[in-house]
């Protein structure tokens, strides 16, 4: 334990210990119990216009079509608004993996999701519970952080779709 503890400077670094599952050493702190893998178990979970998707202990999230009049863009980032032209009508939710990238809101160009995890300094355990709202490869939303940017309403919007995160 101690060996890890000095060597614990490496972000990321993981070791099993009798008296716990793991210790995980995260920047300038040392978490002990066990990682959480992908909530559910599964690979992706469907999520159609006017439905919910169910994400196991981590609560639902919403796709429903809205009016132009009713949208209202506030700080609150478990609401998010997308052209629903661009999106479709059918989408994925499914968890963080290797090689993932999209294009964050404000942004030209594409960024690896791992990087923007690292930038918002999010931990092991919290990255792999992020929900990803997905069109194909594509990420539309991390859901409850950021839009990608190709999903924006703009003045060309003509169908409005709201993605709402309802943690339990």
């Known amino acids: 334990m101690d060996k890890f503890i000095l060597q614990a400077r490496s972000t990321g670094r993981i070791k099993s210990f009798q008296h716990c599952e793991i210790a995980l050493a995260e920047r300038e702190y040392i978490h002990f119990g066990n990682i959480t893998g992908k909530p559910g ?14 994400l196991a202990d ?5 796709f429903t079509r809205v009016s ?7 700080p609150d980032r478990k609401i998010e608004f ?12 499914r968890f963080w993996k290797r090689g993932d990238s999209f294009r964050p809101l404000g942004m030209q160009q594409d960024k690896k999701l791992s990087d923007f995890f690292i930038d918002l300094k999010l ?12 069109r194909g490869n594509d990420i539309i939303w991390v ?3 950021r839009l990608d940017d190709r ?18």
């Open 68 to 74: 132009a009049a009713k949208i209202k863009f506030s």
């Open 123 to 134: 931990n092991r355990n919290v990255k792999r519970q992020v929900p990803l709202v997905c």
């Open 82 to 93: 997308i052209d629903g032209a661009c999106s479709g009508s059918e989408l994925q939710v």
């Open 143 to 145: 859901a409850g952080y």
């Open 41 to 54: 178990g599964r690979r992706h979970v469907n999520l159609s216009l006017g439905g919910k998707a169910v």
């Open 58 to 62: 981590l609560g639902s999230l919403y």
């Open 151 to 168: 999903y924006k309403i703009t003045k060309m919007t003509k169908k409005y779709y709201r993605l709402e995160l309802k943690t339990k």
